[in-house]
């Protein structure tokens, strides 16, 4: 490798990943260049919800007081529901309404340029408007990346790759062996401008206080989910959709999206407001199963383009894993810089690290959360047995008796043809994958 290089690191995306990579390396005194292909950070990114921050705390203290959020979470509900009826659980705590808050809906242009702006504050230079078209190696290892601008090369010891699902730099270091599409998602999402008090309301929450509603069985025959969240002046409401069936299928995203926003438990919160933005996004959805190879000759992965997204139904989370993989990265590769060792075995404590974190446990944990949410147990047949099972406990049926509930559930699981083995086994599937 040259002993000439610009920077000791690059970091390629300036999402949450990228701006915490980048803070680190720059804390760490290491010259670092964070790559954003957009005109700033968060500019390309579709993003529906809510941040949570207990990771932030080891990087900025305090960082409520100052981080650009839309409301504080406080109301968490998850809804399942068919065609027209809809089954809730609504979790409500005033706690998390005050410091150090457990989770916040934001605007991914607003946080993710605060978070950059920590980073440059602290020393990392943000380059934007500009991508990097591919890796420069020497001997087999990288060393740096090549960018679309005229004589754009840059040089460093060490990339890090942050550059969002399906990584190109990760695939051009061959460390994706391959790529299912059955592994992916795709999120359509709309922000719908309502006034902060027909907000408050409606989803009966005051100040800065908001809702997060997740939502099963609202994608028709194409597997996924829905979800509703407050901001300040604004809903963001959306559907995450298995991209093979979706695009098997003859039924356009925005069209489920019209549908779903259409029922019954959905329209009273829509009601009268402005479409002001359509977006959708790919997603890594079956997370740990479809990790790449984190670490590299010269170059770590981390972010969306490791597939560190958290896919797992009761939890649906992202942008905390892509800041404390972010963060992992750019302390393992300052380390690895201090010691002259940038090779993949210098690196290789990125990995044990995250391992010792939530980052990777969590994942590993729920590795089959995925794909036991995307059955067709939960898809299809578990919202029809609940909500039916609750419809008949609820209908009078006077002057006949009451059937008693394990009737009722009896005659319900007949119905949707849930045969008591099945219910069992995955009964038993479900305890031990989120026991």
Same mark, same amino acid.
């Given at each position: ?28 005194? *290491?010259? @670092? ?67 150090? !808050? ?26 934007? #408007? ?45 460390? !994706? ?62 559907? @995450?959709? #298995? ?14 999206? *019209? ?18 933005? !359509? ?64 090779? #993949? ?27 036991? @949410? ?32 394990? *009737? ?9 043809? @849930? ?17």
């Amino acid at each position: 490798m040259s002993s000439v290089t610009d920077f000791d690191a690059i970091v390629v995306g300036a999402g949450p990943a990228g701006a915490a990579a980048a803070l680190e390396l720059a804390r760490a005194g *290491r010259s @670092v260049c964070l790559l954003e292909r957009g005109p700033f950070p968060g500019s390309k990114n579709m993003y529906g919800g809510v941040v949570y921050g207990r990771i932030l705390d080891t990087l900025i203290p305090a960082w409520w007081e100052e981080a650009p959020v839309q409301r504080w979470v406080t109301r968490r509900s998850t809804m399942i529901m068919t065609g027209d009826q809809a089954v809730t659980v609504d979790f409500r705590n005033e706690a998390w309404g005050a410091a150090p !808050y457990n989770g916040a809906t934001a605007y991914r242009p607003d946080f993710d340029a605060w978070l950059a702006a920590k980073a440059t504050d602290a020393g990392a230079v943000l380059v934007c #408007s500009t991508t990097a078209t591919g890796l420069l190696r020497e001997g087999g290892r990288v060393v740096g990346v090549r960018t679309d601008r005229p004589d754009g090369d840059l040089r460093a010891s060490v990339v890090i790759a942050c550059d969002g699902v399906n990584s190109f730099l990760a695939k051009e270091a061959g460390m !994706y062996p391959h790529t299912d599409p059955s592994n992916f998602t795709v999120g359509v999402k709309e922000t719908i401008g309502l006034p902060r008090e027909v907000i408050d309301e409606r989803f009966g929450v005051r100040g800065d206080h908001g809702v997060d509603i997740e939502i099963i069985g609202c994608t028709g025959d194409v597997p996924g989910g829905g979800f509703v969240y407050t901001n300040g002046e604004s809903l963001a409401v959306g559907l @995450v959709l #298995s991209l093979p069936q979706l695009a098997a299928g003859d039924t356009r995203p925005e069209e489920l999206l *019209r549908r779903m926003k259409t029922h019954p438990a959905i329209a009273p919160l829509v009601e009268g407001g402005e479409v002001l933005e !359509y977006s959708a996004h790919v997603i890594p959805e079956a997370g740990y199963e479809m990790m790449p190879e984190l670490v590299g000759d010269g170059i770590l992965v981390a972010g969306d383009a490791a597939a560190m997204c958290l896919a797992a139904g009761i939890w649906l989370e992202g942008v905390n894993f892509a800041i404390g993989s972010g963060a992992e990265a750019g302390r393992a590769a300052a380390r690895a810089i201090g010691r002259g060792d940038t090779s #993949s075995a210098g690196l290789a404590d990125y990995r044990r690290r995250l391992e010792s974190t939530f980052v990777l446990a969590d994942h590993h944990r729920l590795r089959a959360a995925p794909h036991l @949410v995307m059955s067709p147990l939960a898809q299809q047949q578990l919202p029809k047995l609940a909500c039916g099972v609750l419809e008949d406990l609820f209908t009078v049926t006077n002057p006949e008796p009451k059937p008693g509930l394990r *009737r009722i559930v009896r005659r319900r699981m007949k119905r949707e043809g @849930v045969s008591t083995r099945e219910a069992l086994k995955q009964g038993l599937r479900a305890l031990r994958t989120f026991g």
